[in-house]
């Protein structure tokens, strides 16, 4: 007896057109808080009222006296190093930036408009201007760094069980995708970063940043396992 | 900036005490008071401002060379590249701290947003797209992909609008300025364009490495720059534009036609679209020609498959029907059969074969198996008299509409030709009527190339106001003015200043002996302006009494604010 197999027709095979279902729930779930939320939303960056009243005065002081900012650039040097490091496969090109960071952060001081906001976030958005306009002029500097556990997450969002079979597409996807995607992408998965603080490091609401990143995650899904 | 591809997979983390031993606040001190030195290194990520500046002009400079056209004119074009950089201009775009935010473009009011015209070209072959108001745009053959990268072939439609003053730029709600730094930029356009392809309702994206080429009809003479939007983080310089051929004030051409490099001329041709159209479905149809059956051969291997015949109209009518493993593959081995697949695709591989692909996905210790056989549709003994009786028939009908549709294709194609000369001629009588009446107004073509989709446009950014006055809009009853948009024109310099609102308030830029107005874009498609010399508030507030008409669209706005820019 030979082995019988029935052909699918390609529409057949095809995942609905985006948004998908599983998407819109699964945002629906985000924005209602019902969906279990598995990267650390405790990070360092939610900072009390007393701490942002500290800052507040460090940041007028600074704006007198220079040296009265070294207190904040202990304070955030490694968190900056590391988001420009996470982009990055060169130590001292990511020191570079992250020092140009505080040049720049010192230099426009007089302009930090308190918001309300961790002046981290700031700091953050000074980088993504920073790193934009280094690789703009250098795009063999760019580097995609992923750890197996943020893509096991990413292909869970998807409803993989397995990540292995995808990650060479995630990779190639990502890669094709805008920076400010890239960056949604990198800084909740490969960060571990709360939407509140991607939400104010790219300037966007909560729930922006939450219905961006599904949005973007469903139409990834559509390429990565249609073809892997 | 898409990543080049490079990429690493859980890299070995730093600690800490690595990472802090790197600080070096004194650098820091220095580079911020000396305007941003760096420290150890030079690798490039420390800029001053005239390093910025510098950079700036390189990039400028180096886009020229290859953006700009003619290019024996590079030398002329650079140093016009450099004198073209005001003092005045913003160190760089990238300055500013508003890189990432929401999408820039705000259209006030739907219905008063400026038309797309749609051209419709055979993505493979490419044409030259001529526009009524004298652009041309000269699209190369196989330039464009779809979102996954494909190659696009078949029809296209490209949507193209363009905007010469800026009233049509403050109705369409794109930005025009740099708040850069906490210092406000106006631009001054010579004319600004918007391009985008799609096919069916998916936006398409221009190749890497593939340009089109636009020669913008403007009516401002001398350099601008080139800036493109991008709409998330922006304008970003790419270059800079100065004319490169211009009527005379007589209306007599003086330069020399751009040669069309054998780009077919295509235009606005329904005709065309359905002579494309019926070619393609040719195209189908040669590639569903009925497979005339095939006898099972006893002693080779073969496989059942229940094919949906949707996907293979070809296989239609050979009734019950085996693929038969074909003699010249090298890779079936009886083992074949042994295995467990979890799924099987059948492509089309010659004029009598395909494809056959099995995967077995890894389970347990075993990997991935994937193995493509090629096969051939083969006929039980028993069926073939029935099935080539059927197969007789099939052909017949097939002949009869493949010369149908030949015959369809000719007609198709003549009708296409005549209003294609039609177009052309008309095309060319509108040429004339314009430089009629440019006989006073000189019409210069700024040519540049663009290497993706979008808004550009040739500008050039100005300095700051005489002054800014905080404003908070009311109507003549003292109420706040229902306020969809604000925004500073400046007739004379086509320049506009986009405002935002803070609290309330709006910070109202005031350029004295310019003609400029204010204008307040309200709800219920109503306007009100206001001589901006004029725009004194008292206690921050300014009155402004909206124009009592309300206005349907782009074109009656235009209309009645030209008429009054007049008056000022």
Redesign the interface.
């Known amino acids: 007896m030979f082995p019988h197999f029935i052909i699918q027709s390609e529409k057949q095979q095809h995942e609905p057109d985006y948004p998908d279902i599983h998407t819109e729930v699964r945002i629906q779930q985000y924005l209602a808080g019902t969906k279990k939320q598995s990267v650390n939303t405790n990070s360092k960056y939610h900072v009390d009222q007393e701490r942002l009243g500290e800052e507040g005065k460090m940041l007028e002081a600074a704006k007198s006296d220079p040296r009265a900012f070294e207190p904040l650039y202990k304070r955030y040097f490694e968190g900056i190093f590391r988001f420009v490091y996470q982009r990055m496969d060169d130590v001292d090109t990511a020191k570079d930036l992250t020092q140009q960071v505080f040049i720049k952060a010192l230099e426009k001081l007089d302009r930090y408009e308190d918001r309300g906001l961790p002046f981290s976030s700031w700091l953050y958005r000074i980088a993504l201007n920073e790193m934009n306009q280094h690789f703009r002029n250098n795009s063999k500097d760019r580097c995609l760094n992923l750890e197996t556990a943020g893509v096991e997450e990413i292909m869970e969002e998807m409803n993989e069980d397995r990540y292995e079979p995808y990650i060479e597409k995630l990779v190639e996807v990502m890669q094709q995708l805008e920076p400010e995607n890239q960056a949604l992408i990198e800084m909740r998965f490969f960060e571990r970063r709360s939407f509140r603080e991607i939400a104010d490091i790219l300037e966007l609401t909560e729930n922006n940043a939450k219905v961006r990143l599904y949005r973007l995650l469903g139409k990834m899904k559509l390429i990565i396992t249609r073809v892997a | 900036?898409?990543?080049?591809?490079?990429?690493?997979?859980?890299?070995k983390p730093?600690s800490?005490e690595e990472?802090?031993r790197?600080?070096?606040?004194d650098?820091?001190?220095k580079?911020?008071?000396t305007?941003?030195p760096?420290?150890e290194?030079g690798?490039?990520?420390?800029?001053n401002g005239w390093y910025i500046l510098g950079?700036a002009l390189l990039?400028l400079a180096g886009l020229a060379t290859w953006m700009l056209i003619p290019l024996d004119k590079e030398d002329a074009i650079s140093r016009q590249v450099e004198q073209n950089i005001p003092e005045t201009m913003p160190r760089?775009q990238?300055d500013?701290?508003?890189?990432?935010?929401?999408p820039l473009v705000r259209l006030p009011v739907n219905e008063w947003d400026i038309a797309f015209s749609r051209y419709t070209l055979d993505a493979t072959k490419g044409g030259i797209i001529a526009h009524p108001s004298g652009t041309k745009i000269r699209v190369p053959g196989s330039c464009l992909i779809d979102q996954?990268?494909k190659k696009v072939s078949g029809v296209v439609e490209f949507r193209y609008r363009e905007f010469h003053d800026p009233i049509d730029i403050a109705l369409s709600g794109i930005p025009m300025h740099y708040d850069s730094?906490?210092t406000n930029y106006y631009f001054q356009t010579a004319g600004m364009t918007e391009l985008r392809a799609f096919q069916g309702d998916q936006e398409l994206v221009l190749e890497a490495g593939k340009k089109i080429q636009i020669d913008l009809q403007s009516q401002v003479d001398g350099v601008y720059n080139l800036y493109q939007l991008n709409e998330?983080?922006g304008w970003q310089p790419r270059g800079s534009n100065s004319p490169l051929k211009k009527s005379t004030v007589d209306g007599q051409q003086t330069t020399v036609e751009v040669p069309l490099n054998n780009i077919e001329l295509i235009s606005q041709n329904p005709q065309e679209l359905s002579f494309i159209k019926a070619e393609k479905d040719l195209q189908k149809l040669l590639a569903e020609k009925p497979k005339a059956p095939e006898k099972a051969t006893i002693s080779r291997p073969?496989?059942?498959?229940?094919?949906?015949l949707?996907?293979f109209p070809e296989l239609e009518g050979l009734g019950t029907m085996?693929f038969e493993v074909a003699p010249e593959d090298k890779i079936f081995t009886p083992e074949h059969?042994k295995i467990e697949?979890n799924d099987?695709?059948?492509k089309r591989h010659s004029e009598r074969r395909y494809k056959m692909i099995l995967t077995r996905d890894?389970r347990g210790s075993l990997p991935?198996l994937q193995v493509a056989l090629i096969v051939i549709p083969v006929i039980a003994e028993k069926d073939y008299e029935a099935a080539k009786t059927k197969y007789e028939q099939m052909m017949r009908d097939y002949d009869q509409k493949v010369a149908q549709k030949k015959q369809e294709i000719e007609r198709l194609k003549k009708e296409a030709e005549e209003a294609q000369k039609q177009a052309e001629a008309e095309w060319k009588r509108a040429q004339e009527r314009r430089r009629e009446g440019d006989r006073v107004q000189q019409v210069y073509i700024r040519s540049f190339t663009m290497d993706g989709f979008g808004i550009w446009n040739c500008d050039n950014p100005k300095i700051k106001p005489d002054r800014v006055e905080q404003c908070r809009f009311v109507d003549g009853n003292g109420k706040p003015l229902p306020i969809l948009a604000v925004n500073c024109v400046l007739p004379e310099v086509k320049g506009l200043i986009v405002l935002h609102e803070r609290n309330g308030t709006y910070d109202v830029l005031v350029n004295e002996g310019m003609n400029e107005y204010v204008l307040l874009i309200l709800e219920g498609k109503k306007l009100a302006f206001k001589k901006a010399e004029d725009v004194k508030p008292v206690d921050g507030v300014v009155v402004m009494v909206p124009v009592s008409r309300s206005f349907a669209n782009a074109g009656e706005v235009r209309e009645y604010l030209r008429s009054r820019e007049d008056l000022f």
């Open positions: 900036m898409k990543t080049n591809g490079k990429h690493t997979i859980n890299r730093m800490s990472i802090n790197m600080q070096d606040f650098a820091v001190l580079g911020a008071s305007g941003g760096k420290g290194g690798k490039g990520g420390f800029k950079g990039i760089t990238e500013s701290e508003d890189l990432v935010r929401a996954n990268g730094a906490g998330q983080s073969r496989f059942n498959l229940d094919v949906n949707k996907d085996e059969y697949w099987v695709q059948l890894a991935k």
